[in-house]
């Protein structure tokens, strides 16, 4: 993948940051519930496993960490290149540079996919910030019926149903075009060693887990109706579509 453009690796580093960060705040739960609102969401003190707040603190905290870790290897890789007698960058070039020395200079190219990656990471994760802020309160990482609960359809909830799933699936997309195309860090130096071979392995049980989420949108409607009866089945009638409007 050749780069966009002959820019200084240099102006990956706050775009590579800024993905960072904006997918942290996203898998960041915004509040905490209690097991009672969830048991009495789902009807049943039952709670399977991929329910569970340990299971899923385990999966958020797993790929905020590949993330920053991979990131923050990447920005000391092109900042060592790009100013090699500093005495304090030295030791991290021989370190995180050491599977695959000779492929220090194609670390931090600007690539069309870098770039596309970038852009989904960003809007998928504004996507979550803005639910998160549309539904204040109401908002958890786990199915819960809280106390004067309300059905929210404004915002993003009135272009489609679940758009924090949708948002979701975006930024770790796009995610994986950061972080594993060519010029990134792990692409040409982090996957030769166990290190980068476990970060991946990591970063794609993240992704697998995290899918079996997204199709708690049909449990969710089914608890919404029940829960609200005529007024989901207008919403639903209005909003047809619970991830992305014409597909899904």
Request: glycine share 8%; with cysteine; charged share 15%.
């Amino acid at each position: 993948m050749l780069p966009v453009q002959n820019f200084s690796p240099l102006l990956k580093i706050p775009i590579l940051f800024t993905c960072a960060y904006l997918y942290d705040r996203a898998t960041t739960p915004p509040r905490t519930e209690k097991i009672e609102e969830q048991e009495r969401a789902l009807g049943s003190k039952h709670i399977s496993l991929l329910e569970r707040q340990i299971v899923i603190d385990a999966v958020c905290t797993t790929g905020k960490s590949v993330i920053w870790g991979c990131g923050l290897a990447e920005i000391s890789v092109i900042l060592a290149h790009q100013f090699p007698t500093h005495p304090l960058l030295l030791p991290v070039v021989r370190l995180l540079a050491a599977p695959r020395p000779l492929n220090v200079p194609n670390v931090g190219s600007l690539t069309s996919l870098f770039l596309v990656g970038s852009a989904l990471v960003i809007s998928g994760a504004l996507i979550r910030l803005w639910c998160f802020r549309t539904m204040g309160r109401l908002f958890t990482f786990r199915l819960t019926l809280r106390d004067q609960h309300q059905l929210v359809t404004s915002g993003p909830y009135a272009v489609v149903r679940h758009p924090s799933y949708a948002g979701s699936i975006i930024k770790a997309g796009g995610m994986l075009l950061v972080l594993f195309s060519p010029g990134s860090w792990w692409y040409e130096i982090g996957r030769y060693s166990p290190v980068g071979k476990a970060a991946a392995a990591a970063f794609v049980a993240v992704c697998t887990i995290g899918m079996q989420y997204y199709t708690r949108g049909k449990t969710e409607d089914q608890f919404l109706r029940r829960e609200f009866g005529k007024e989901w089945d207008a919403w639903a009638e209005r909003v047809p579509y619970r991830y992305f409007p014409g597909v899904c």
